[in-house]
């Protein structure tokens, strides 16, 4: 059986500005799903994570509410590009943890379109594979999200972090100080609110970018906001500060003012906690007990409502400081918690 290694990812900074194709700042991590397979007659997968096994026929797909549907996702696009695959048998294992905001969907999406192009030689190139990951996440999954997952996931780069510009797909790698530690660590908070307060904040930015007459949020000033209905204009306030924040954030990383970067993470998370409204009591913890543990600076990761934090420290002090927030995490809630040392990997590949 051939093998796919899938990263997931951790978005730096960026958070919510992609699907008003703004800028963002993932990485690609080194947790993975990994994907052993073969061509087959059906589409018969083993999950390790769940420990089930589904086989399901190869044809028009209908959703199981079951992690089969990533899978299914992707034969669902592929086939409304009049690219028939054929079936596929495998085991999926890894060490990427679901549902914790590290993109485990995305992870598992780029790993089968990975797999099928290359077992059926559909002739698909990274950028074409990345948007096949993105329209079944959208059109099948029913999850409106950007490109930002599918694209880290994809075009990761060992020791870079990526500055995405959402609209145009141009990128730059951005050396990642090997003297500075991302820290992961997982709330213990289901995200149930996710999908149906995304979908809220989603519309009223695409309302208000129609009322601004702006196709990205890139073009949009502060000044611009006094159009809007008052709660509209507090919401995308975030997302034009954070776009500037972005760019920011890249020219601190170039020129090695690291601090100054963990500052903006900082501000960063302030912002979308008190206008995009998407923190959590449990998250806005996380990054206050981080900065009284002298981290470099803290801010949640991924959608928000639960999931994780990403927490920036030099390495020297990055033990300490997990292992003190842990104990005082759990002190304060009664929630399992989890953290992880994560570095800047590759994008999916096959081994």
């Known amino acids: 059986m051939r093998k796919v290694i899938s990263p997931g990812r951790v978005n730096l900074i960026g958070e919510h500005t992609d699907y008003s194709y703004g800028y963002v700042m993932p990485m690609a991590i080194d947790l993975h799903t990994i994907f052993l ?3 087959h007659e059906t589409i018969s997968v083993y999950s390790s994570f769940f420990n089930e096994f589904i086989e399901v026929g190869v044809g028009p797909a209908r959703k199981t509410h079951k992690w089969i549907d990533y899978i299914l996702g992707i034969y ?11 079936g596929i048998k495998g085991e999926l294992q890894g060490n990427l943890p679901i549902g914790v905001g590290l993109s485990s969907s995305a992870s598992l999406e780029m790993a089968v379109v990975m797999a099928l192009n290359e077992s059926y030689a559909l002739g698909l190139n990274r950028l074409e594979m990345t948007m096949v990951g993105k329209k079944a996440e959208n059109d099948f999954i029913g999850i409106p999200s950007g490109i930002l ?22 990128h730059e790698y951005i050396p990642f100080p090997s003297d500075v530690q991302v820290i992961v660590f997982n709330t213990g908070i289901k995200r149930e609110l996710a999908s149906t307060e995304y979908a809220n904040r989603k519309k009223i930015v695409e309302n208000s970018l129609e009322i601004l007459k702006k196709k990205s949020s890139k073009y949009v000033e502060e000044k611009d906001l006094r159009i809007l ?33 963990g500052r903006l993470l900082m501000e960063s998370h302030n912002d979308i906690a008190n ?12 990054v206050s007990e ?4 002298k981290a470099l600076g803290a801010r949640l990761t991924g959608a928000g409502f639960g999931g994780s934090a990403i927490i920036l420290s030099y390495k020297e002090r990055s033990s300490i400081i ?30």
């Open 322 to 351: 997990a292992e003190s927030l842990y104990k005082e995490y759990r002190r304060h809630f009664n929630l399992e918690a989890s953290y992880y040392f994560v570095h800047p990997s590759e994008g999916v590949t096959i081994v």
């Open 275 to 286: 206008n995009y409204e998407v923190s959590s009591p449990e998250l806005d913890f996380i």
């Open 290 to 293: 981080s900065l009284k543990q």
């Open 37 to 39: 397979y073969a061509a």
């Open 76 to 86: 669902y696009v592929l086939f409304n590009m009049n690219l028939k695959p054929g």
């Open 229 to 261: 209905p008052k709660l509209y204009a507090k919401r995308m306030g975030y997302v034009v500060r954070e776009n500037m924040r972005v760019v920011m954030a890249r020219d601190f990383l170039k020129s090695g003012r690291i601090e100054e970067f």
């Open 149 to 170: 997952d599918q694209f880290a996931v994809s075009f990761g780069k060992e020791n870079h972090a990526i500055f995405l510009d959402t609209e145009s797909l141009q």
